[in-house]
C-alpha cells in the first residue's frame, strides 16, 4: 500500500470520526452559492416558512463559495429572523458545488443534510416530511423527492421536453426504492444524506466528478455521491411527499445552455456507469445506453423539435 493510499484512509477515517462526534442535530439544510443572492433570499425564505415538529432541532448552513455580490448581507438579515433558529455561513474559496459541498458536509452537524440549492423553494412541510421518511425507511442513506419545475419566464419548448435535465423529477405517487443494479439515481436538487451513510460511503474523500462549475457546467456529482452510498451497503430512495420548486432563469432555457449542460452529463457517464454497472461492463453498458440516446435525438429532430436559435 502506498503512502499516498494511507494518507487517504487516514483522511478518510477521520472524516467518518468527526461525523459521528457532529452529529448532533436533527437536519441541515445545506445551501452551497455562487454570486446568486437574489435567489437564496427566496430559498431561505422558504426555509423560514417551514413547519417542523417542536422537537426537532435543526439548522441552516449557506456555503459561499466565492462571492462576490451581497450573499453575506442576505444571510445576516435572516440571521436575525427567529423562523430560522440556527444559520451561518461559512466559506470555501475553491470554486465549483462539488467543493462547496464537501465543505458543507464537513462543518454541518446533522444526522441528515439535505441539499437546497439556493435555487429551491421548498414546500412548507418538506424538512418535516424528509425526518419521517428518514424514521420510516433507517436504511435509506439518501433519497430524494418530487420536485417541479418553476420558470421565471415563459419557457422554450426544448427546455420543456428536457426538464429532467433541469432537475424536474416525478417518479410516480408512491415511494420507491431506486433499483440496486441501476444507474439512475435522484437528482441533487433536494437530495438528503444520511450522514452515517455519506461517511462510509468515502464520497468526501474519494469524490472524482466536479459537477457545476461557473466556467464548465460538469455532471453526475449527486449520483455519484448516491451510487457511493448504495455500494457502501445502503438504500437509496424517492419519496413524492418531499416537494420542491426549482426556479429555472431564462439563460438556462436556451439551446446553447442545454448543448454545454448535456455536455458534462456525457463526460460523466462512462465513470457514473463504471460504478453502477451490473455487468461488469461498462464500456458495452455505455455503448447500449449511448445507442438509445441517440436514437431518442434523432426522433426528436424528426419531429421538429431541435429548430431553435441560442
Excluded at 191 to 213: F, K, M, N, P, Q
Aim: with cysteine; glycine share 8%.
Amino acid at each position: 500500500m502506498g503512502a499516498q493510499e494511507l494518507v487517504s484512509r487516514s483522511a478518510e477515517s477521520e472524516w467518518v470520526r468527526a461525523a459521528d462526534r457532529a452529529a448532533e442535530l436533527d437536519l441541515t439544510m445545506l445551501i452551497c452559492t455562487h454570486n446568486k443572492a437574489r435567489l437564496l433570499d427566496r430559498a431561505l425564505e422558504s426555509i423560514a416558512d417551514q413547519v417542523l415538529p417542536q422537537a426537532a432541532v435543526w439548522e441552516v448552513l449557506v456555503v459561499e463559495n466565492r462571492c462576490t455580490d451581497h450573499t453575506r448581507e442576505v444571510v445576516r438579515r435572516w440571521a436575525r429572523d427567529e423562523r430560522i433558529p440556527r444559520l451561518r455561513c461559512v466559506s470555501e474559496p475553491r470554486l465549483g458545488v462539488a467543493f462547496a459541498r464537501k465543505r458543507g458536509l464537513q462543518e454541518s452537524e446533522g444526522r441528515l443534510v439535505g441539499f437546497v440549492d439556493d435555487d429551491c423553494l421548498l414546500a412548507p412541510d418538506w424538512a418535516e416530511q424528509a425526518l419521517r421518511f428518514a424514521r420510516v425507511h433507517p436504511r435509506a442513506g439518501a433519497f430524494g423527492g418530487r420536485n417541479e419545475l418553476s420558470w421565471e419566464a415563459p419557457p422554450t419548448r426544448i427546455a420543456e421536453l428536457y426538464g429532467e435535465s433541469l432537475a424536474r423529477q416525478d417518479l410516480g405517487d408512491g415511494p420507491r426504492e431506486m433499483p440496486v443494479n441501476g444507474w439512475r439515481m435522484p437528482v441533487g436538487a433536494g437530495l438528503v444524506l444520511r450522514r452515517e451513510a455519506i461517511a462510509t460511503s468515502g464520497w468526501v474523500d474519494r469524490g472524482v466528478l466536479r459537477a457545476r462549475h461557473p466556467r464548465n457546467l460538469g455532471a453526475g456529482e449527486d449520483a455519484e455521491i448516491a451510487l457511493r452510498i448504495r455500494s457502501a451497503g445502503w438504500q437509496v430512495w424517492y419519496s413524492p411527499e418531499l416537494r420542491l420548486r426549482h426556479v429555472i432563469p431564462p439563460g438556462r432555457m436556451t439551446l446553447r445552455y442545454l448543448r454545454r449542460l448535456h455536455r458534462g452529463f456525457g463526460r460523466a457517464d462512462v465513470f457514473l456507469r463504471s460504478l453502477a454497472s451490473p455487468s461488469g461492463h461498462p464500456r458495452l453498458d455505455g455503448i447500449a445506453w449511448s445507442a438509445g440516446v441517440l436514437l431518442d435525438v434523432l426522433r426528436r429532430f424528426r419531429e421538429g423539435y431541435l429548430h431553435y436559435e441560442d
